[in-house]
C-alpha cells in the first residue's frame, strides 16, 4: 500500500558479514570508486576501544584509571549529494539507509541490493550471518484536546485500569516472531515526544514506531536465498506488523 505522505523517516537494509581476515579496510575505497559520482561525500567509520583498571588500595576505596584506548579504521560512509542516501561500507558488513521521502519498496530495495552487490564484488565476504530491515515511521497525530492513542496505533503499553494515572510519556519495546516468517524476529520501539508542529504548521504530538526486522543466517553472498529473505520474509513481516498495528484514522493522516 502507497502514501502520499508516507510516514518513513528512514528505511534501513543491513547484511552483516564475515571478510577474509587478511582483507584491508582501504580495500572498501575501491568500492566508492564505483559510486563515487552518486555518492560524493565520504567520511570514515572509527571504532573506539578501551578499558579500565581498578586499584583496591584500601577496603572502602576504588581508584579506576583508563589502561589503554585505540582507535581502528572499520569502514567508511558514503553519503549523496543531498544527503538523504547513505552507505556504510564496514569490515563486518554493508548498511544503505534512505532518508524521508521514501519513494517505494521498489525503489529503495532496488537500489539498496545493487550497491550491496557492488560491496560484495570487491569484498568477496567468505559468508553472510544476518540480514536486517528497519523502518523508522513518525507518525504526526492532531494535538487537539486529549489524545487517545488507541485511535490511532493498536500496539501500546496498558495501564492498569485501577491506577488513576494519566500517561505522559511512555518508551515500550517488544520483541515478537510470526509462525509464517520464522526464524526471522522483529524489534518494535514505539515512543511520543513533545509536541511540535507537522509539515502544514499545526500543532502535533510525534508517535516513533520503529520496527527492526532480522534473520541470522549463513549463506554465500552470491546466494540467491538473500533476496527471498528480504522479500519473502523481512518484508512481509515489517509490512504486517506496520499495517496490522494501525489504524483507519492513521491511515487517513498519510493521505
Known amino acids: 500500500m502507497r502514501f502520499l505522505n508516507p510516514p518513513i523517516t528512514e528505511a534501513i537494509l543491513d547484511i552483516t558479514v ?18 563515487k559520482d ?7 567509520k572509527i571504532a573506539l576501544q578501551g578499558g579500565f ?14 589502561f589503554s584506548a585505540s582507535n581502528k579504521t572499520e569502514g567508511y560512509i558514503f553519503i549523496s549529494h543531498d544527503q538523504k542516501r547513505i552507505i556504510q561500507a564496514r569490515l563486518n558488513g554493508f548498511t544503505f539507509s534512505r532518508l524521508k521521502p521514501y519513494e517505494s519498496w521498489e ?11 557492488k560491496y560484495a564484488q570487491i569484498t568477496s565476504p567468505t559468508e553472510v550471518v544476518r540480514l536486517a530491515l528497519r523502518y523508522v515511521n513518525q507518525i504526526m497525530i492532531p494535538a487537539t484536546g486529549t489524545i487517545e492513542l488507541k485511535n490511532y496505533v493498536k500496539t501500546l503499553p496498558e495501564i492498569s485500569s485501577n491506577l488513576s494515572v ?26 511520543i515526544g513533545q509536541v511540535t ?3 502544514k504548521g499545526e500543532k502535533a504530538v510525534p508517535l516513533i514506531f520503529d520496527i527492526d526486522v532480522f534473520q541470522q543466517v549463513n549463506l554465500h553472498h552470491n546466494d540467491d536465498e538473500i533476496k527471498k529473505v528480504f522479500e ?9 506488523i506496520f499495517f496490522k498495528s494501525i489504524t483507519d484514522k492513521t491511515e487517513e493522516l498519510f493521505k
Open 107 to 117: 525503489s529503495f530495495y532496488g537500489e539498496a541490493y545493487q550497491l550491496w552487490q
Open 232 to 240: 519473502l520474509n523481512l518484508r512481509c513481516f515489517r509490512d504486517e
Open 197 to 199: 508542529e507537522n509539515d
Open 53 to 66: 583498571e581498578f586499584n583496591l588500595e584500601s577496603s572502602d576505596e576504588i581508584n579506576s584509571q583508563l
Open 38 to 44: 552518486s555518492f560524493p561525500n565520504i567520511q570514515k
Open 18 to 35: 564475515n571478510l577474509h581476515d587478511n582483507f584491508n579496510h582501504e580495500e572498501l575505497l575501491k568500492f566508492h570508486e564505483n559510486i
Open 166 to 191: 494519566i500517561m505522559e510519556g511512555y518508551f515500550m519495546q517488544i520483541i515478537v516472531v510470526h509462525p509464517e516468517y520464522q526464524p526471522s524476529r522483529a524489534i518494535i520501539n514505539q515512543t
